[in-house]
C-alpha cells in the first residue's frame, strides 16, 4: 500500500479569464471542494491567478502558476518571479512543461535554475519531462527521460526532494488524445522512481509523487491511476470543464 496521497492538477494553458476562471472554480467548489482524499491544484494562467485564489479560498484547493523565472526580481521584462507569485498564495508552480521546452527554447540547465529557486521560496515544482515520438519510436525514451530528471533535479537537496513533484508527459500524448498505455505509463514512472531512489534514497524517494499526463480523461484515468507508481494526473484539456475534471478527482479518490 502507498503511502502517498494522489494529486490531480489542472493546467489551463492560456485559457480562462479570470471571470471564466472564478466561475469554472464555483462549479469545482461546490463539487468537490471539501473533499480531503485527493490533493487537488488549480493552474491559472498568471493574469487569473489572484481572482482564482479568491474563489478558492474555502476550499481545500490549492493554487498553482504554469511558469515562473528564477530571478527574484529584476528587467526580465515580460517575467514573474516566485515571491510574486507567493504573494499571490501559489503554492505549486509548473516547470519544464514541454510546451515551454519546445516553443520557448526552455533547456533543462534553465529549468533546473527554476526547480531550484522554486523550492528556495517555498515553491513545490511540478516538474515536467517526456520524450517526443522520434525519440521514443528511437527507443530513447528512457535515455531522455533520465536526462531531464537528473539535470532538473541537480543541485537539490535531500531536506527539499520531498517537496518535489514529477509529471512524466510523454510529449505524443499531450493534447492528441492519444494516451499512453498502463504498461509504457508505469515502466516510465517506475523508471524515474528508481532514479529518486539513486538521487535521494529509498525513503524520499517513496514519498515523491509521479504525475502522468497526456490525454488523461475520466474515461482512462482509472486504470492509470491504478498503477503502483502513478500517483496522479497533470491535466490539460480535460481540466478547462468542471464535470471532467470533477471525475478525474473522484477518480483518484477511488484508486487504491
Ligand atoms: C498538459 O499539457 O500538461 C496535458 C497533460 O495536456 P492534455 O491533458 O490536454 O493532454
Not at 111 to 121: G, P, R
Not at 142 to 170: C, H, R, S, W
Amino acid at each position: 500500500m502507498t503511502l502517498r496521497k494522489k494529486l490531480i492538477a489542472g493546467n489551463w494553458k492560456m485559457n480562462k479569464t479570470p471571470a471564466d476562471g472564478v466561475a469554472l472554480v464555483s462549479e469545482l467548489v461546490a463539487a468537490i471542494g471539501k473533499q480531503t482524499d485527493v490533493d487537488v491544484v488549480v493552474c491559472p494562467p498568471f493574469t487569473a491567478l489572484e481572482s482564482v485564489g479568491r474563489g478558492i479560498d474555502d476550499a481545500n484547493f490549492k493554487l498553482g502558476a504554469q511558469n515562473m523565472h528564477f530571478e527574484a526580481s529584476g528587467a526580465f521584462t515580460g517575467e514573474i518571479a516566485a515571491p510574486m507569485l507567493r504573494a499571490l498564495f501559489v503554492t505549486h508552480v509548473i516547470l519544464g512543461h514541454s510546451e515551454r521546452r519546445a516553443l520557448f527554447g526552455e533547456t533543462d540547465a534553465f529549468i533546473n535554475q527554476k526547480v531550484i529557486a522554486a523550492l528556495k521560496n517555498q515553491l513545490r515544482p511540478i516538474l515536467c519531462v517526456g520524450e517526443t515520438l522520434a525519440e521514443r519510436e528511437a527507443g530513447d525514451t528512457l535515455k531522455v527521460v533520465q536526462t531531464q530528471v537528473e539535470a532538473g533535479l541537480e543541485g537539490v537537496g535531500k531536506d527539499q526532494a520531498p517537496n518535489l513533484i514529477i509529471a512524466y508527459e510523454p510529449v505524443w500524448a499531450i493534447g492528441t488524445g492519444k494516451v499512453a498505455t498502463v504498461d509504457q505509463a508505469q515502466e516510465v514512472h517506475a523508471f524515474i522512481r528508481g532514479l529518486l531512489t539513486k538521487l535521494f534514497g529509498e525513503t524520499i524517494a517513496q514519498k515523491v509523487r509521479i504525475l502522468y499526463g497526456g490525454s488523461m480523461k475520466p474515461s482512462n484515468a482509472p486504470e492509470l491511476l491504478a498503477q503502483k507508481d502513478i500517483d496522479g494526473g497533470l491535466i490539460g484539456g480535460a481540466s478547462l470543464e468542471a464535470r471532467s475534471f470533477v471525475d478525474l478527482v473522484k477518480a483518484a479518490a477511488e484508486a487504491k
